[in-house]
């Protein structure tokens, strides 16, 4: 597996650091939960954002992992979407 597509994984996992404090929020109360949701979403999406741009690099760069990595950025994009409106309604 291609460094450029590890990275990209190693990404999500920022994504899911920020989720994490996302929810944080949700369950906490006062101030704080603005900062907390603030900075969830700030980690979430850089973490998705990075995942996609790096794995869009990858498809690019390396033919035979293509199709992974274009569901890695299918995925990508869509957790952003869904991020996107979660904040929206929030």
Do not use: D, N, Y
């Not at 590890?6 to 949700?26: E, H, K, Q, T």
């Not at 603030?38 to 033919?63: D, E, K, R, Y």
């Not at 569901?71 to 869904?82: E, G, M, R, T």
């Amino acid at each position: 597996m291609p460094w450029v597509l590890r990275f990209a994984i190693g990404s999500l996992f920022v994504f899911v650091i920020g989720a994490v404090m996302i929810a944080w929020a949700c369950m906490s109360t006062g101030w704080e939960t603005l900062t907390w949701f603030a900075w969830g979403c700030v980690t979430a999406g850089a973490g998705l954002i990075g995942s996609a741009f790096l794995a869009m690099l990858s498809a690019v760069i390396h033919q035979g992992w293509r199709r992974f990595s274009l569901a890695l950025l299918s995925a990508s994009v869509f957790l952003f979407l869904a991020l996107l409106i979660f904040a929206k309604f929030a």
